[in-house]
């Protein structure tokens, strides 16, 4: 089987969240990262890709003009559409599914933390092989380090067995109908990525290995592993 049709797929980034772990003023999308916002290269990867259609950003309404502006003054092979995203990560992205019409020339949707700028082309030929045939796959690491609970109560910890225990990455694909179904029914239970949604209908997702190095930049030194590993390539 051949890759995913050109234009098949809608890219939905979440890109409204306030990074407050990151502990700057301003959004932490907004960093350069090379000479570009970091955003722009998490948009960037994915607008390369011909089978890639639509690029949907959801953002803050506080930091819309910003964006657009951003937006204006890098040259992309598709345009950026704006929504603006909600309180939670789950309500940015279906804003953004609202968009998206099931009848329409995407029959697919990958979602993508506007804040991993390092997803590989190898990664995303895997992923999009992948979901032909399960209709849901995601990029996933396999756990490297030793996990520990931590018992409270002054009882320490306990160590977690880390066999078949994986990191979910994104991008994070599926058909659209039934990443909308799986929206249908969230009714607001707390979920932390868009396939506990899909889990949750009884649908099976399958975890594709990438690459450790598409990571999420969530603290300031983030931002200096991920201008190391660009400047190796
Ligand atoms: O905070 P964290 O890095 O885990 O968020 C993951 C992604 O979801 C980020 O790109 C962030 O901007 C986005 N997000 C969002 N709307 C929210 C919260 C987070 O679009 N309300």
């Not at 704006?82 to 019409?101: K, N, W, Y």
């Not at 066999?163 to 694909?173: C, D, F, K, R, Y």
């Given at each position: 089987?051949?890759?995913?049709?050109?234009?098949?797929?809608?890219?939905?980034?979440?890109?409204?969240?306030?990074?407050?772990?990151?502990?700057?003023?301003?959004?932490?999308?907004?960093?350069?990262?090379?000479?570009?916002?970091?955003?722009?290269?998490?948009?960037?990867?994915?607008?390369?890709?011909?089978?890639?259609?639509?690029?949907?950003?959801?953002?803050?309404?506080?930091?819309?003009?910003?964006?657009?502006?951003?937006?204006?003054?890098?040259?992309?092979?598709?345009?950026?559409?704006?929504?603006?995203?909600?309180?939670?990560?789950?309500?940015?992205?279906?804003?953004?599914?609202?968009?998206?019409?099931?009848?329409?020339?995407?029959?697919?949707?990958?979602v993508h933390d506007a804040a991993r700028p390092l997803?590989?082309?190898?990664?995303?030929?895997?992923?999009?092989?992948?979901?032909?045939?399960?209709?849901?796959?995601?990029?996933?690491?396999?756990?490297?380090?030793?996990?520990?609970?931590?018992?409270?109560?002054?009882?320490?910890?306990?160590?977690?067995?880390?066999?078949?225990?994986?990191?979910?990455?994104?991008?994070?694909?599926?058909?659209?109908?039934?990443?909308?179904?799986?929206?249908?029914?969230?009714?607001?239970?707390?979920?932390?990525?868009?396939?506990?949604?899909?889990?949750?209908?009884?649908?099976?997702?399958?975890?594709?290995?990438?690459?450790?190095?598409?990571?999420?930049?969530?603290?300031?030194?983030?931002?200096?592993?991920?201008?190391?590993?660009?400047?190796?390539?």
């Open positions: 089987m051949g890759g995913l049709k050109e234009r098949s797929v809608a890219a939905i980034l979440p890109a409204a969240g306030s990074g407050q772990r990151f502990g700057d003023s301003k959004n932490k999308l907004f960093s350069s990262l090379n000479g570009d916002p970091l955003w722009v290269h998490s948009v960037r990867r994915l607008a390369m890709r011909a089978e890639i259609g639509r690029l949907i950003l959801a953002v803050s309404e506080h930091d819309l003009g910003d964006f657009q502006e951003q937006a204006s003054s890098v040259s992309l092979p598709l345009p950026v559409e704006f929504v603006i995203g909600g309180a939670e990560r789950m309500d940015s992205v279906q804003r953004a599914l609202d968009q998206i019409d099931t009848e329409g020339q995407q029959s697919w949707v990958a997803v590989s082309a190898d990664d995303l030929d895997k992923v999009f092989l992948a979901v032909q045939q399960t209709g849901a796959a995601i990029l996933a690491t396999p756990v490297s380090g030793t996990l520990k609970r931590e018992l409270g109560g002054g009882l320490g910890s306990e160590t977690v067995d880390r066999e078949g225990i994986w990191m979910a990455l994104t991008p994070q694909v599926f058909r659209v109908g039934l990443l909308k179904q799986a929206y249908a029914k969230h009714n607001g239970r707390p979920a932390t990525d868009d396939a506990q949604l899909v889990e949750r209908l009884g649908h099976a997702v399958q975890l594709v290995k990438g690459s450790a190095e598409n990571l999420k930049i969530t603290f300031p030194e983030d931002l200096s592993i991920a201008e190391a590993i660009l400047n190796r390539k």
